[in-house]
């Protein structure tokens, strides 16, 4: 499978930007799917995880009650809704699979599908 994020973009601080992720190739339905992203001269992080069919969902602590992962199987796609955004949410996002029939989890050796990322700038 193929994933391609887009979506990203500068943004003041406290604005929002909603990310998507496409699939092609095949479809992630049966897919756990989460977001990592990764911060000039940082390790990549997790941000959230959602299951395949979106009823289990968990976030980085850092993220939690500003960010919503949310999946549409039908459309093969997975959205990072983003708000209340801090310069610090500056990095390169990206999303990732893992399955079929997998748990999200919030470590990235474990994903098996990776797509490019999208940048987001939040200025100050």
Known sequence: VQLQACGGGVV?????????????GRTISTYAMGWFRQAPGKEREFVAGINWNGRSTGYAHSVKD????????????????????????????????????LQWSDDDKVYNAWGAGTQVTVSS
Request: aromatic share 4%.
């Open 12 to 24: 003041q601080a406290g604005g929002s930007l909603r990310l998507s992720c496409a699939a092609s």
């Open 66 to 101: 500003r960010f919503t992962i949310s999946r549409d199987n039908a459309k093969n796609t997975v959205t990072l809704q983003m708000n209340s955004l801090k310069p610090e949410d500056t990095a390169a996002y990206h999303c990732a699979g893992r399955g079929p029939l």
